[in-house]
């Protein structure tokens, strides 16, 4: 079986490993990866290939930054051009990014049989990118692969739930295996003076863009009690200027998966606008407080272990104090998520 991985962002690296480390102990599986090129700084791109051993893409696609419909239109049209050279039996797309969309649409319109990878996510919010490119990725694509229960029942809604099937999380997976590899060599140097912190991350336009929303979290992490440790997207570094914070935000480059694991590992909580962030606070038992209106990932709400606060000082001055939690339950599968997604395709392929 030919199989053509698309992928793009940093998130899809973490998940496409995952899946790609099963991949190459089946011999009658034969991937092909496509880097659409949507990041490609050295330390969002190239580090996670090297740390996870994802092998080097087949096609680098180098599409790089844009407005959305450029990126995805530029990433279409070079996408299609691999896929008629390369026509796979199936293409693999992860996530809800603009390489997700893309890479679903050039395949659906030649009619190659297109799997989605985190499929049934939903935050009820159209204005997210995000949320159009899984709601569009789902419809279209031949098989469904949905790591909660809830995303079952959200497709099932949608009509969609003959060709959706429960596979469990591969970033459950993914920090399960990966956290067994955790130690000192993988310390960032911002731990050797701080011992007891909070880890943040902001990139959603939502927040970068809106300057009185990035002021609002940036003066409550100036006065929450710990300092917080801030590993700074490229999107967030721009908006800066104006900004206004105290040194008790400890803002550092982007860090690799290995090192964020560390910084997670080790941390008192989460401020975070990631999805991805969310979920693997709660597999690590960090309570996240989500600098967002709503969350997709809902089963980590349950219990105090993860709190909506959006851009509210006061709220997350409030949450960040809350420390009784109940105990959490297995919602993301058994860690054998990509084990499940590999043989159900090769099942398809009969
Ligand atoms: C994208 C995804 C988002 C995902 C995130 C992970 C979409 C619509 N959004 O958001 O779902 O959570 O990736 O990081 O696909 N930039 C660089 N260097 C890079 C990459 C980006 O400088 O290597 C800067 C550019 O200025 C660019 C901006 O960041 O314009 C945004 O990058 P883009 O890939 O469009 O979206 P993300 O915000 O990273």
Partial sequence: MKLATIIGARPQFIKAATVSR???????????????????????????????????????????SASHGKQTGMMLERIEDVLLEENPDWVLTYGDTNSTLAGTLAAVKLHIPTAHVEAGLRSFNRKMPEEINRIATDHVSDLLFAPTKNAMRLLDKEGLSEKAVFSGDVMYDSVLFYSELLNNTYKPPILDSIDTYFLATIHRPENTDNP??????????????????LPLHPRTRKLLDGIRYTDNVKIIDPV?????????KFSSKVLTDSGGLQ????????????????????????????????????????????????????????????????????????
């Fill in 256 to 264: 690799d998966y290995l090192q964020m694991l560390y910084l997670l």
């Fill in 279 to 350: 979920k693997e606070a709660y597999f690590m038992q960090k309570p996240c407080l989500t600098l967002r209106e709503q969350s997709e990932w809902v089963e980590t709400l349950e219990g105090n272990w993860n709190f909506i606060v959006a851009a509210d000082k006061n709220l997350i001055l409030e949450k960040i104090g809350v420390n009784k939690f109940e105990p959490q339950t297995s919602a993301f599968g058994n860690g054998k998520a990509a084990d499940y997604i590999v043989e159900h395709l090769l099942k398809q392929q009969g």
């Fill in 212 to 229: 009185q929303r990035l002021q609002n979290i940036f003066s409550a992490f100036s006065e929450v009690n710990l300092p917080v440790i």
């Fill in 22 to 64: 099963i991949i190459k102990k089946i011999p009658e599986v034969n991937e092909i990866i496509i880097h659409t090129g949507q990041h490609y700084d050295r330390n969002m791109s190239q580090v996670f290939f090297e740390q996870l051993q994802i092998s080097t893409p087949d096609y680098d696609l180098k599409v790089g």
